[in-house]
């Protein structure tokens, strides 16, 4: 029977990643989400992006979700102006630029097109297995099928401090937290801090709890 699982916010953490990968005994039917925030901060913004497409080769029914630094990435490359110039660079987007090789001030940037059709493809949001997956969260009170873009990329206190439950269990990450935060059935918080030298964390989920935990802490990359 296929499992469903969920991956915490990578930024940047190549090595993290491929250990994880190593360590979760992924089948090719299983669906695996992953919560948004592949790339800023970390060494290997591009190593990550690269790896997750070739794992998605495997498992076909893998689902990428759209995390705020992305959402700060492409605005940055298309120079679309929701967000201040320098608001993607304050962000850690210094490493990811420097992981595709680009410069900031050359124009127009190019990836590779893989990439470039990766980030515009990215889910503001899933719903698989009685479990609702995003990247922030969602605004209490609000219908799921009325939730702003930018609350889903964004939200923090004011959802997982609501006390509001959304119908299903919701997955997700945008937050570190130093230990998964479970609040199920209502909440699952996987943001464990990656970007800061902390740890990835990887789910298995069904009937409304997890029912597996696989964590990389990055002493073990680093050994």
């Not at 089948?27 to 290997?44: K, L, N, T, Y």
């Not at 495997?58 to 490359?77: I, W």
């Not at 410069?103 to 609702?132: K, N, S």
Request: proline residues 6%.
């Amino acid at each position: 029977m296929p499992n469903l699982y969920a991956i915490g916010d990578l930024h940047g953490q190549r090595a993290m990643l491929d250990l994880l990968v190593q360590h979760v005994p992924f089948q090719a039917d299983d669906e695996i989400v992953f919560i948004g925030d592949f790339i800023d901060r970390g060494p290997d913004s591009k190593g990550v992006v690269d790896r997750v497409l070739e794992f998605k080769l495997r498992h076909p029914k893998t689902v990428c979700l759209r995390g705020n630094h992305e959402d700060m990435f492409l605005d940055f490359l298309h120079q679309q102006g929701q967000y201040q110039p320098n608001v993607f660079m304050m962000n850690g987007g210094w490493a990811t630029l420097d992981s595709y090789g680009l410069d900031p001030r050359d124009r127009p940037m190019r990836l590779p097109p893989l990439h470039v059709a990766f980030f515009q493809d990215l889910r503001y949001r899933h719903e698989a297995g009685g479990f609702h997956f995003v990247h922030a969260g969602f605004r209490p009170g609000v219908p799921l099928d009325q939730q702003s873009f930018h609350d889903m990329l964004w939200i923090r206190n004011e959802f997982f401090e609501s006390g509001a439950a959304f119908g299903h269990p919701v997955v997700f990450g945008h937050t570190p937290m130093r230990e998964v935060f479970d609040r199920l059935p209502r909440l699952l918080g996987i943001d464990t801090g990656a970007a800061y030298g902390n740890m990835l964390t990887c789910v298995r989920l069904g009937e409304g709890k997890v029912l597996g935990l696989h964590q990389v802490h990055v002493s073990e990359v680093e050994a």
